[in-house]
């Protein structure tokens, strides 16, 4: 997990060097990067520090590494396509592996959601639903393939351009409004983990639900 946090670390200061060549205003995404991605990392870190071992502490660390990978990759794609610069040959690769992160990362945090604090399954319906939702990961490769355009997170690059996929398949293209409303919609997949951490803290002991209470 180690390699991870350094590759986490390392994703967001490229992230803090590369925004200041096209983010506008840039004060606003280092107070985007410092309430948010930091911390998630820092906690991460921290816990996994403290409890190697653990579950939770596991699932935050990769998620906020994650992340950090996915906002690095997202100030590459943001340079280059600014200052008039065209895509380079592989840029639509680059977008598929960074929009294929952010999902992955956002699917770790749901799990370090709704299986908190031990981080292990209690009931089938979790293993049903936490499974069910990584298909949602194939979800960037559908809108690749459905095309036209390339999706981005638009986290740091809040004005993306439009960039058309050179591996569009025909007959994929009514997929590819789905799948981008899929992929826009994906911070509300946290309300999954929220709602299986609500259902889990019924049922906890006493002791557990002061644990659950602190993430509530």
């Known amino acids: ?53 653990h579950p939770t502490a596991r699932r ?7 992340y950090a990978v996915s906002l690095g990759l997202e100030s590459v794609l943001g340079l ?15 977008d598929l592996i960074d929009t294929t992160v952010d999902i992955v990362a956002i699917l770790f945090v749901v799990r370090f959601f709704a299986l908190f604090p031990d981080g292990r399954f209690g009931r089938h319906y979790e293993r049903i639903v936490l499974g069910g939702l990584w298909v949602l990961a194939l979800v960037p490769l559908a809108i690749v393939l459905a095309g036209p355009t390339l999706a981005f997170p638009q986290s740091v690059l809040l ?3 439009k960039v058309l996929t050179p591996v569009a398949v025909g007959w ?20 999954v983990g929220l709602i299986l951490l609500l ?18």
Not at 60 to 66: A, D, M, P, R, Y
Not at 199 to 216: A, D, P, Y
Request: glycine letters at 8%.
């Open 1 to 53: 997990m180690l390699p991870f946090a350094v590759l986490g670390g390392a994703s967001l200061a490229v992230t803090v060097v590369l925004t200041a060549r096209f983010a506008h205003p840039y004060w606003a995404t280092l107070l985007f990067l410092v309430l948010q991605p930091i911390p998630i990392l820092a906690v991460g870190a921290f816990a996994y520090a403290k409890a190697p071992q």
């Open 60 to 66: 935050l660390l990769l998620g906020g590494s994650l």
């Open 80 to 94: 280059a396509s600014t200052a008039g610069r065209h895509p380079f040959a592989g840029f639509w690769v680059v």
């Open 159 to 161: 004005s993306p351009p």
């Open 172 to 191: 994929m293209a009514p997929v590819g409004a789905f799948a981008r409303g899929l992929y826009q919609a994906r911070i509300q997949l946290l309300l």
């Open 199 to 216: 259902i889990r803290f019924r049922r906890s002991s006493i002791e557990q639900r002061q644990q659950i209470k602190w993430v509530l």
